[in-house]
C-alpha cells in the first residue's frame, strides 16, 4: 500500500540557508549592510541533510513520499516587508525543488508564500504559479496570520482573500492552513499559535459562506484540526445556533484534518467523529515534537503507529494512507501516476 | 450524591441590567450624555430569569449546586476603560449576589474582574476582596486578555500578574481562566477565541515556573482544556523538549479542567487522559451552545448525560462531581459545611 505523508518541513536545511535569511533581515534593518545572495548549498549537503533525517525516518516509519514545504516556523512573514518575504520565499522553494530533484520517489513538493503583514494576498498569486507551472509543486501554505500572533487580517472568509483563492481554483491547489512563528509572547509557536490557528480558521469557515462561492476550494488544517475534533459537538452546535447547514455540508467538503495528533486517544478520537473521507494522513517529521514518548518508548510523532493500531477496513487504510490525499491534491496524483504508482 | 456544577453564567439577566450597560458604554462615548445609575432589578424579575432557566435546567438535568458568575461575553473588558469596567463588574457581581441570596442551596458566587487593556491587574484586586470578603463569593474569572483578541497583556506567567496571583492565594480562591467577548474580527468568541484562550494559557504554563513561585495558585481551565487534552502527547512532548518536569509535577497540581465538551467521544477523551482528580464537572449553561443535538436528541451543553454515561466507580463519580471541586475551592466546601452538605 503507498503511503503518503502530506505535512513534512524541510526543518533540517542547511546552515548556510539560514545565515543568508540571517543577513537578509540584518540588511533590511540597516540597508548600509551587503544585501546578501541566497546561500551556495550542494547536492551532498542537501543529501545530507535530507538522508539522515526525514528520508531516514520515513523509511524507519514506513512512509514512501511525504508532501515538502519549508520550515514552516522560519516563514516568519512578519519579519522584513514584502519584497524581503518574496526573496526569501523564493529562495525556500528553490530549496524544496532540488530535495523533489534529488529523490522524486520520496518527496513532492508544496511552496510557502511570500505573504506579508498588510500586503495584500494577491502579491502571492505569482509565486504560486511560479511553484505550481516551473517547479511542478502540488499545494501550498497560507499562513492566515502574517503578523505572526496579532491576527491584524481580515478573516479567511474575507472577500481580500479571494483573488488568491481564484487562483488555486484555477490551478487546482489545495492550501495547508499554517501560521509560523509568533512576535506575540502570549504564544508559543507550536505549543498554542499553530493550534489556534487551526481552531480559528475552522470557526471562520463555519461562521462564513466561503465554499458557497468557491465550491471546489479545498484546505488542509493540520495538527489533526487543532481543538476541533474534540470539540466536535460544540462546533456542531454552533452551525446549527448560526443557522447554518450541517457541517458535513457546509464545511466538510473543503475542508481536510492530517493526523498530526501525538498519542493514540488522540487520534482514536479524530477518527470517531471525522469522516474518514475527511483524514489525511500526516507526520509533521521532522518537526513540532522530536522526542520520544517515555509512556510507549516510540517517538510522539510517529504517526503512523496510532493510525496502524485502528481497526480499518483495507479500504478506509487505503483513503488515509493515500486515496484522500490524491483527491485533495490532484497535481500530486498525477506526479505518482507518472511514475506509474 | 451531592452534584456541583463549576461553570454557570447569568446569562439569562434582566434586559435592564444590559440596558444600564449600554447606557453606561454611550456615556463613556460622549460624556454629554446622562450617567446612568445600575439597573433597579426586583426579586420577581431575578427570581423568572433564574427559575425559567438555570435552576429550572439544573432540577431537570439533577445538578445541586452552580458556582455561578456574570456572563463571560458580557464582561468585555476591552470597552470603556478602568472606571468603567469597575462600576460594570460591581453591577454584575452585585447581581450574582441577590441570586445567591435567593437561592443559597443552588447558586455559590464567583466573580468578574474590572481588568482593562492596559491597567495593571493589581486595580482588580479591590474587586476580589469584596466579593470574597463581603459578599461571600469563593473564586473569579480572571480574563488573559482583556484586549478582546488582540492579546496585548503579558502572558500569565509574567509577574505583572504576581500581585493579583499573591492575592489569591492570600484569600485562596482559585481563578477561572475565561476570555470575554472579542473585537477581532478574526476569532468567533465562543467557537475560537475561548478555545485558543484556554489552550495558550496552559500552554503559558508549561513554558513558565508560574506554579514554583506559587505554589498553592490553582487555575481552572475550561470548556474541557481547550485543545489540550486532544493534543496531550503534544504537550506532554513540549514540556520534555522544554526541560521542564512531567505535565503531572509541573502544572497537574495546579490545573483542572471542567467537562464542558459537548459530546461523548470528547469526554471520553477527558477522561482517558487527564488525571480523575483534575477533572471537574460544568456545564456552561446556559451557555455557548443552547440548541439540541441532532444525533443525541439532548441538549448539546448538557454535559452530566455524557459524565454518567463513563464507567467511573464510586469513589471517581465524587471526586468529578463535588469532591475535586471541594477541594479547588476550600470556601465552597465552607459553605456546603455550613449547609450540612
Chains 1, 2 share one sequence.
Not at 76 to 83: F, I, M, N, R, T
Not at 150 to 177: C, G
Not at 219 to 236: C, N
Request: hydrophobic share 35%.
Amino acid at each position: 500500500m503507498l503511503i503518503v505523508d502530506c505535512h513534512g518541513h524541510y526543518t533540517t536545511a542547511p546552515a548556510p540557508h539560514q545565515d543568508f535569511r540571517n543577513a537578509q533581515l540584518a540588511h533590511f534593518e540597516d540597508p548600509s549592510l551587503p544585501a546578501p545572495l541566497p546561500a551556495v548549498i550542494s547536492d551532498d549537503e542537501i543529501r545530507e541533510s535530507i538522508e539522515n533525517n526525514q528520508l531516514r525516518l520515513q523509511k524507519e516509519r514506513g512512509a514512501d513520499v511525504t508532501l515538502f514545504s519549508p520550515r514552516a516556523s522560519a516563514m516568519a512573514h512578519h519579519l522584513g516587508d514584502g519584497e524581503v518575504s518574496k526573496t526569501w520565499s523564493r529562495a525556500c522553494n528553490d530549496l524544496i525543488k532540488r530535495v523533489v530533484d534529488l529523490y522524486p520517489e520520496n518527496f513532492i513538493g508544496a511552496c510557502q508564500l511570500p505573504q506579508s503583514p498588510g500586503v495584500p494576498v494577491s502579491e502571492s498569486i505569482d509565486e504560486l504559479e511560479r511553484c505550481v507551472n516551473e517547479l511542478g509543486f502540488v499545494g501550498c501554505n497560507l499562513n492566515p496570520d502574517p503578523s505572526g500572533g496579532h491576527w491584524t487580517s481580515p478573516p479567511l472568509t474575507d472577500r481580500a482573500w479571494y483573488p488568491f483563492f481564484e487562483k488555486m481554483v484555477e490551478l487546482d491547489v489545495p492550501a495547508m492552513i499554517h501560521v509560523s512563528g509568533t512576535c506575540n509572547r502570549n504564544f508559543h509557536a507550536t505549543g498554542a499559535h499553530y493550534i489556534n490557528a487551526d481552531t480559528t480558521a475552522f470557526m471562520q469557515f463555519v461562521q462564513g459562506d466561503l465554499f458557497r462561492d468557491l465550491p471546489s476550494l479545498r484546505f488542509v488544517i493540520p495538527h489533526g484540526g487543532g481543538a476541533v475534533p474534540y470539540h466536535w459537538g460544540r462546533y456542531r452546535g454552533l452551525a446549527d445556533m448560526l443557522k447554518q447547514p450541517p457541517l458535513s455540508e457546509h464545511v466538510m467538503n473543503n475542508v481536510f484534518f492530517d493526523t498530526c495528533v501525538y498519542h493514540q486517544p488522540g487520534i482514536d478520537l479524530l477518527f470517531e467523529v471525522i469522516s474518514i473521507d475527511n483524514i489525511l494522513f500526516g507526520s509533521e517529521m521532522v518537526g513540532a515534537v522530536r522526542g520520544i514518548d517515555p509512556l510507549t518508548g516510540h517517538y510522539f510523532d510517529d504517526t503512523k503507529r496510532y493510525v496502524d493500531s485502528l481497526e480499518l477496513s483495507e479500504e478506509d487504510r487505503i483513503k488515509v494512507y493515500s486515496g484522500n490525499i490524491r483527491r485533495v491534491y490532484p497535481r500530486l496524483d498525477t506526479i505518482l501516476k507518472t511514475q506509474g504508482r
